[in-house]
């Protein structure tokens, strides 16, 4: 059986969308493919949401950043968006059944008084793990339920 493919889309596809692409491959990597793109990619992956996985045992380092066109003429069952522009900017895909849109800070420009960029970088990350590792789990239990 072929495992269902999930999108998480970002504009820039260098910090957020990444960082849940790693967190949803760790979490749920054998329920699902598990991609990530931007509609303007940045063409990098930022160092600190490398530096912010790797802090809780993930590896992002081999990512890279790719333009949404690049998975056009895949089959994606589910695309979630991270950002609110990749949500307007969203395309439909060809047998798409799924999106949601789970919209988070850019952590370069959230950082808080008091709050270095790395904290803001791991403060988002435990936002974008509680929220995909909740995703993933009701998955799992889902699928669990119906294999009975």
Known sequence: MNKPTVLILCTGNSCRSHMAEGILRHEAGDLFEVRSA???P????HPMAIEALREIGIDISAHTSKHLDQFKHEDIDTVITVCGNA????PVFPGQMNRYHWGFEDP???????ES???AFRRIRDEIQKVFQAYASGYRQAFSTSAR
């Not at 940045?42 to 992956?45: D, F, R, S």
Request: hydrophobic share 30%.
């Open 117 to 119: 960029e790395l904290d």
């Open 87 to 90: 949500s307007e900017a969203c």
């Open 108 to 114: 370069p420009k959230a950082v808080r008084p008091g």
């Open 38 to 40: 931007g509609s303007k």
């Open 42 to 45: 940045a063409g990098y992956v």
